[in-house]
C-alpha cells in the first residue's frame, strides 16, 4: 500500500511533463524571400544579408551560362 503512492506521484509527473503535439506552422514565405525581406530592413546585418544574396545570384547566373555554354 505504502508502495502505491511512490509509483503513482512520478508516472503522474512524466505524464504532465510530456511534449507538445502541436506543430508550428510553416512559413508561406521560402527561404529566399525571406531573406529578400531580411536585406530590406534596418537590423544590423542587413546590408550583408544584401550582399550575400548577390554574390549567390551572380554565381547562379554565372553557373547556369556555363551550363548552356556546355550543351
Same mark, same amino acid.
Request: aromatic share 2%; proline share 6%.
Given at each position: +500500500?505504502?508502495?502505491?503512492?511512490? +509509483? ?5 509527473? +512524466?505524464? $504532465?511533463?510530456? $511534449?507538445?503535439?502541436?506543430? =508550428?506552422? %510553416? ?12 536585406? =530590406?530592413?534596418?537590423?544590423? !546585418? &542587413? !546590408? *550583408?544579408?544584401?550582399? *550575400?544574396? =548577390?554574390?549567390?545570384? #551572380?554565381?547562379? &547566373?554565372?553557373?547556369?551560362? #556555363?551550363? %548552356?555554354?556546355?550543351?
Amino acid at each position: +500500500m505504502k508502495v502505491l503512492p511512490f +509509483m503513482l506521484i512520478p508516472a503522474i509527473l +512524466m505524464a $504532465g511533463c510530456s $511534449g507538445s503535439d502541436q506543430k =508550428e506552422p %510553416e512559413s508561406s514565405l521560402s527561404r529566399k524571400q525571406r531573406d529578400s525581406v531580411l536585406s =530590406e530592413s534596418k537590423i544590423p !546585418g &542587413a !546590408g *550583408a544579408v544584401k550582399k *550575400a544574396i =548577390e554574390v549567390s545570384d #551572380t554565381a547562379s &547566373a554565372r553557373s547556369r551560362k #556555363t551550363d %548552356e555554354y556546355s550543351r
